[in-house]
């Protein structure tokens, strides 16, 4: 069994079909909550609150299988199934991302396999997009000047080579960078030039990193 | 021979030796005016005829007979007729089969065969054939008259062509909702089984869940149950068109459809076809596909057998005074005793490649039209399907179905 706070949707228009898979689903132990059309998953889920993937039926009505999946697009894996093993269908669904394409009646083992492979995709997605968040408000917590500081640090520079950038004495950069330390929560130069390897950090600081 | 030479150059334009002659009588003359009209009047005729020799050889041929065939004026003269049309020369021909059941000699009956000639530059197209014997002046020969029935073939290939397209695109849609309409509760069900076997292996077994998921496994059965219900409801409205119909025709131009899927499995077709037979209120289309398919099992039967044994004969008779019986015999391997029911199933094939939906399809019209269709073992070789139906559009089968 898996991590418990993962979740299985299902979004199925055949309410017959729909709950037979969600018994299935749920057999293997895991969360499972259906829908009845892609408008009302939009609606009610929010896809990043943890760890789920989507068992999603191509032909749907208004909202079909494969507009669902540009809309929602890479947030959660999603496991096809459609009535017909249709090609054309298939490698468009591959290429946006699906994690696999079933065809019904879908064997047990088959949803089952693909469902394993999918939740634990997610929760490496999830455990990526935690660790970024809390990074990123970490990262919010420090003033522009403390970023500015950061911004050099990492690229190599000595405290007197930031000191001789900003315009300021080599003391004041050295308790910018232990407050730097701090904030991030770190204890080692290393760490903090990792966390800034991420990338993604800076950008949604809003601030300017050094060319 | 005398006559008939004199014959050949009265018809080609050349007068006799003895208009040579000096003093020429009234009555020559005459003669030559009646010559000469009979010349024009030969000339001019649309239709195509020929004058065979006793080796079939062509003596004369008119002018139409030369423009269909393609050849220049004058050059038939001398070629054999099975150059031009390949049948006729063909022991097995009808031509022939019918000279033989004839009651007297030398007069062939009234109606044309359905043959395929061949032009010089060796395009095939269908003709229709008369065949008269004649004698002129004690020498034996053969009028051929022959009419090109291209453009009626061209038209009814597209009939047959239209029918089909509307057929198939009907069953192709029916068949795509029929799949996907049995898919889901198919899909259910399998879901629901796996489920609970999962369920019950787990302990202690939820047997509310359980009993939840026989409810509705029930409940998707007869789902599929009425999906298949409403798909036959459907089939059975696609339009009959009931009209009189004449059987012989129905048959010829099945077997005219087939003729290049004939040559190429190296299959003749024999016609034993009486034009008596009153007509049967039917639908043109679902006959003639009763009649394709079994030519075309018949055909497929045969593929082992060797080629110039490869010879399906169909008959056409009355039974007694309202029943018509069309009769395909093949020379093939014949019919598994004790299966002779069993091909008329749905699915039921022993083709490699075969649906077995043609006999179950045939059966259904055949008993949709009031009629029976079974199939017996010959007693030298092969397989003879029958088909009766009734004759006359009043009988009480008919009435409760037009």
């Known amino acids: 069994m898996l991590e418990p706070e993962t979740l299985v949707f299902v979004v199925d228009d055949d309410d017959s079909v729909r709950r037979a898979l969600a018994r299935l689903i749920r057999s293997a132990g895991h969360a499972v909550e259906v829908f009845a059309s892609a408008r009302e998953f939009l609606a009610e889920v929010d896809v990043d609150a943890r760890p789920a993937c989507l068992v999603l039926d191509v032909q749907l009505p208004d909202l079909d299988g494969l507009q669902l999946q540009r809309q929602l697009g890479a947030t959660l894996p999603i496991i096809f199934l459609t009535g017909h093993g249709d090609i054309c269908m298939t490698v468009h669904a591959m290429k946006a991302g699906a994690t696999d394409f079933l065809t019904k009646p879908v064997c047990d083992t088959d949803l089952l396999k693909a469902i394993e492979s999918a939740l634990e995709s997610a929760n490496q997605r999830f455990a990526s997009r935690c660790e970024r968040d809390t990074l990123r408000q970490r990262f919010n917590r420090l003033t522009p000047r403390e970023r500015e500081v950061m911004a050099l640090v990492v690229t190599g520079r000595l405290n007197k080579q930031v000191a001789g950038e900003l315009g300021t004495a080599e003391k004041t950069i050295k308790a910018h960078r232990a407050r730097v330390m701090t904030k991030m929560e770190v204890t080692s130069l290393a760490q903090l030039v990792h966390i800034a390897d991420r990338g993604d950090i800076f950008s949604a600081g809003g601030t300017r990193r050094p060319a | ?402």
């Not at chain 2, 020929?50 to 004058?74: H, I, K, Q």
């Not at chain 2, 409403?230 to 048959?251: G, N, Y």
């Not at chain 2, 391997?333 to 083709?351: C, E, M, N, R």
Request: hydrophobic share 40%.
């Open chain 2, 1 to 402: 021979m005398a006559t008939l030479r004199a014959l050949k150059r009265v018809l080609s334009g050349h007068r006799g030796a003895g208009s040579k002659n000096e003093g020429i009588t009234k009555e020559r003359a005459s003669h030559d005016s009646i010559v000469d009209g009979f010349r024009i009047l030969w000339q001019s005729l649309p239709l195509g005829i020929f004058m065979l020799g006793s080796r079939g050889e062509v003596l004369a041929a008119n002018t139409r007979a030369e423009t269909l065939f393609g050849y220049e004026d004058g050059e038939m003269i001398g070629k054999p007729v099975s150059l031009l049309i390949p049948e006729f020369n063909d022991p097995h021909s009808p031509v022939w089969r019918d000279e033989a059941s004839s009651a007297s000699p030398g007069r062939l009956p009234e109606s044309a065969f359905r043959l395929v000639a061949r032009r010089k530059q060796g395009a095939e197209f269908p003709v229709e054939l008369i065949v008269r014997r004649s004698s002129f002046q004690n020498d034996a020969s053969t009028l051929a008259f022959v009419e090109d029935r291209s453009d009626h073939y061209a038209l009814l290939r597209n009939q047959q062509d239209l029918a089909h397209l509307t057929r198939v695109s009907t069953m192709g849609e029916l068949a795509g909702s029929l799949a996907h309409e049995l898919n889901q509760p198919l899909t259910a069900i399998l879901s629901n089984v796996q489920a609970a076997q999962r369920f019950m292996a787990a302990d202690p077994v939820d047997m509310a869940e359980v009993r939840d998921i026989l409810n509705d496994i029930v409940q998707d059965d007869y789902r599929a149950s009425e999906v298949l219900r409403r798909i036959r409801t459907t089939v059975k409205k696609v339009d009959v068109e009931s009209v009189p119909l004449d059987l012989a025709t129905v048959i010829r131009d099945a077997v005219f459809l087939l003729h290049t899927d004939a040559i190429v499995r190296e299959t003749r077709v024999a016609l034993e076809v009486f034009d008596d037979v009153p007509a049967v209120c039917a639908d043109k289309v679902q006959l003639q596909q009763v009649a394709l398919n079994l030519l075309l099992n018949a055909f497929d039967a045969m593929s082992q057998v060797a080629p110039k044994e490869r010879v399906v004969w169909v008959g056409l008779t009355l039974q007694g005074d309202d029943m018509a019986r069309i009769a395909v015999r093949d020379c093939g391997h014949g019919l598994t005793v004790g299966k002779l029911d069993a091909i008329f199933k749905p699915f039921y094939t022993s083709k490699p490649h075969g649906l077995g939906l043609g006999l179950s399809i045939s059966r259904s019209i055949v008993e949709l039209h009031g009629g029976r269709i079974w199939a017996e073992n010959n007693l030298d070789r092969g397989a003879t399907f029958y088909v009766t139906l009734p004759v006359g559009s009043d009988t009480e089968s008919q009435k409760s179905r037009c």
